[in-house]
């Protein structure tokens, strides 16, 4: 680059796609400034350059060199790349920092801020924007969205620390700065900029209710085998996931009948309905509902069936048949990865496989898989009640 073409560029002044930075300049500055131009259209730095055009250059090189590096490795959320080169006015020395529009974006400081480009400087960027960005560079599913007016007093901490012990193996501790638990949250994606996601209230909120309605499980227990008779029993379930499940199971429990059978010459007591088939069937229903749907998932218990009815119907490219043979789109991919680690379900697309071996095993009628409307239901018939 010629002495010219840089005296051009610092006589333009700051642009959208230009920035000048003293050598000076705290980490925080250069961060913000670099996120930028990543979460927009690319742009240079000029380190080395005040504000107001007057070139101070850069008195050690390599050690500026350096920090940016360090700043573009461990300040911005992804890691982001630069091109950086020495340039010369004569015997001054400038650091020239290109950055192209990031491929990862949203970026974020480790502080949590999301910045764009506006005019001849920068701003935080609303969460429209920062929606679109995750829209334009992936695939963007539902359980990454951002809560409105959420933040980290909306966390229950305990159950974050404990989650972090039990699916990390590190010490369960009580006194985590508040910074570290955003940045982890954020690493999990449970929350993007200082807001949680879906996921993250689902799984670690207090009152995950008060933010997501009906992110809800309602259960009704039935004499007959019609919807439309007489409601022995209704209740709703609410909670984070993990707490939903846990009530729900002990609901089936206490409506569901023992069986007895004979095995040898001893006679066991046995669950009407396998508990492992129970617990597989809800635990897809809340980890694989559509939660932009604003209705709960329906547990209804008749005297000879149990129907889940899930919000939503299969994503595209996925038929009933495709289901039922284990192969599935994940459509809650933060949610399922947090179950997983809890060991509450797994990732191989088998459980509606092993509810098909349960029954079978069982000597149960085979399970019903199919779309009804907005809703996928999975229906597990009852051993006939004794005469």
């Known amino acids: 680059m010629t002495a010219d ?11 959208m796609y230009t920035e000048f930075k003293s050598a000076a300049a705290r980490p925080e500055c250069l961060d913000t400034a670099f996120i930028s131009f990543l979460n927009t259209k690319g742009g240079v730095l000029w380190l080395g350059i005040e504000d107001d055009g007057t070139v101070s250059g850069v008195t050690d090189i390599d050690g500026a060199r350096q920090r940016v590096d360090q700043i573009l490795a461990n300040n911005i959320t992804p890691r982001a ?31 949590g801020q999301c910045y764009v480009r506006q005019n001849a400087g920068k701003r935080l960027a609303s969460r ?23 933040g ?14 039990a699916a990390y193996g590190v010490a369960e501790e009580t006194d985590r700065p508040d910074e570290e638990l955003e940045r982890l949250l954020r690493n999990l994606k449970c929350m993007a900029g200082e807001e949680l996601t879906v996921a993250g209230a689902l799984l670690f909120g207090r009152q995950p209710q008060r933010m ?3 992110a809800r499980m309602e259960f009704a227990r039935f004499e007959g085998e019609i919807a439309g008779e007489t409601i022995l029993d209704r209740k709703t379930v609410e909670g ?44 897809n229903a809340l980890v694989h509902r559509d939660y932009s749907i604003s209705a709960p998932v329906r547990v209804m218990l008749f005297e000879d069936r149990l129907e889940i009815h899930s919000p939503g119907q299969l994503p595209n490219g996925v038929s009933v048949e495709n289901v039922r043979a284990g192969i599935h789109v ?50 597990l018939y009852r051993m006939p009640s004794p005469a």
């Open 128 to 150: 429209e924007e920062i929606r679109r960005m995750y829209m334009a560079v992936r695939s963007f599913f539902f359980d990454e969205s951002v809560l409105s007016g959420t």
């Open 240 to 283: 984070r996931l993990p707490q939903q499940l846990d009530q729900i199971e002990s609901l089936l429990r206490l409506h569901l009948r023992d069986a007895g059978v004979i095995r040898g010459f001893e006679p066991e007591v046995q669950a009407e309905l396998p508990p492992e088939m129970l617990r597989e069937s809800v635990t």
């Open 212 to 214: 997501l309605p009906t």
């Open 5 to 15: 073409e840089i005296a051009q560029a610092v006589q333009g002044g700051e642009t």
């Open 81 to 111: 790349t630069a091109f950086i080169e020495q340039v010369e006015i004569g015997v001054t020395r400038l650091l020239k920092i290109t950055l192209s529009r990031g491929l990862d974006r949203p970026y974020y400081t480790q502080r």
């Open 330 to 379: 994940e459509r809650n991919p933060i949610i399922l990865s947090l179950m997983s680690k809890l060991g509450l379900m797994t990732r191989l697309g088998t459980g509606i496989v092993r509810i098909f071996r349960l029954a079978a095993e069982r000597g149960l009628p085979e399970p019903e898989l199919e779309e009804r409307g907005a809703e996928f239901v999975v229906t």
């Open 152 to 165: 980290l007093s909306d966390v229950e901490k305990p159950i974050l620390n404990a989650f972090l012990a």
